[in-house]
């Protein structure tokens, strides 16, 4: 059964361009300005298909401006694709960037409150998952002061220890593993064998190797916004890092 499905998937953005001929010359040829515009549209993904089975880990491998992060804000509802068809099934919990959903002059506290209301949760859920969570983060003594106070590392464990405790069944996470220190990496790290073994459907974007051995079932190596492989990690890593090299 397919939880996620990408079925020939494009998203672009416009690249915007200094007006060399002026204003008043550029509304005077509307049509030609707007062609060039449309001629220097980035294609972030270009009809990209692929389909994740429940339960599968899946990691997303790519150089820099690859499309990784749009796939996955495509995967949470984010962004809309321009053409083709994406599908998602289940409760979705991204972390798609640092702080991403937090609103930074409220507390700890009332960000856990917010964000597991957002992703579904009422109230009463959202408080009886809060020992948990903050067991987890151990930001005990930061709980009740504003996130804009936080460091990276500090946003790192409150984001994903809400995400973790609010019983994802498709869990997206973005270079989060990346940040915080060893102590909380590590950790992130076990919780995500947990959910491996308790077949969460988790997507997981990273530049690390290591990471994407260690935890992942499958590989999709994305590049200049095309689908250019997939397969497991013993077979499609060596090819990345090669491939890698080559343009170094």
Aim: overall charge positive; hydrophobic content about 40%; some cysteine.
């Amino acid at each position: 059964m397919s939880v996620i499905r990408f079925d020939h998937v494009s998203k672009s953005y416009p690249r915007y361009l200094h007006v060399r001929r002026g204003l008043k010359a550029s509304l005077l040829s509307l049509s030609r300005t707007l062609q060039e515009l449309k001629q220097k549209q980035f294609f972030a993904l270009q009809d990209v298909s692929f389909e994740i089975a429940k339960g599968e880990t899946v990691g997303v491998m790519g150089p820099n401006g690859s499309g990784k992060s749009t796939a996955l804000a495509l995967m949470a509802g984010v962004l809309g694709a321009e053409t083709g068809c994406v599908s998602v099934q289940g409760r979705v919990c991204p972390l798609l960037e640092l702080g991403a959903g937090f609103h930074y002059d409220l507390t700890g506290r009332e960000n856990i409150v917010l964000n597991g209301i957002l992703l579904g949760l009422t109230r009463r859920e959202v408080m009886a998952r809060l020992p948990d969570i903050l067991e987890f983060s151990e930001l005990d003594d930061f709980l009740d002061q504003p996130v804009r106070t936080y460091s990276s590392g500090m946003v790192a464990r409150l984001g994903f220890s809400i995400a973790v405790h609010l019983d994802p069944e498709v869990l997206l996470i973005d270079e989060i593993l990346a940040v915080g220190d060893l102590h909380f990496q590590t950790k992130c790290r076990e919780k995500m064998k947990w959910f491996k073994n308790q077949k969460t459907t988790i997507v997981l974007v990273s530049h690390s190797t290591g990471d994407i051995r260690q935890l992942c079932d499958r590989v999709l190596w994305l590049d200049r916004g095309k689908l250019v492989g997939q397969g497991s990690p013993n077979e499609i890593v060596p090819l990345y890092e090669t491939s890698q090299r080559t343009k170094a």
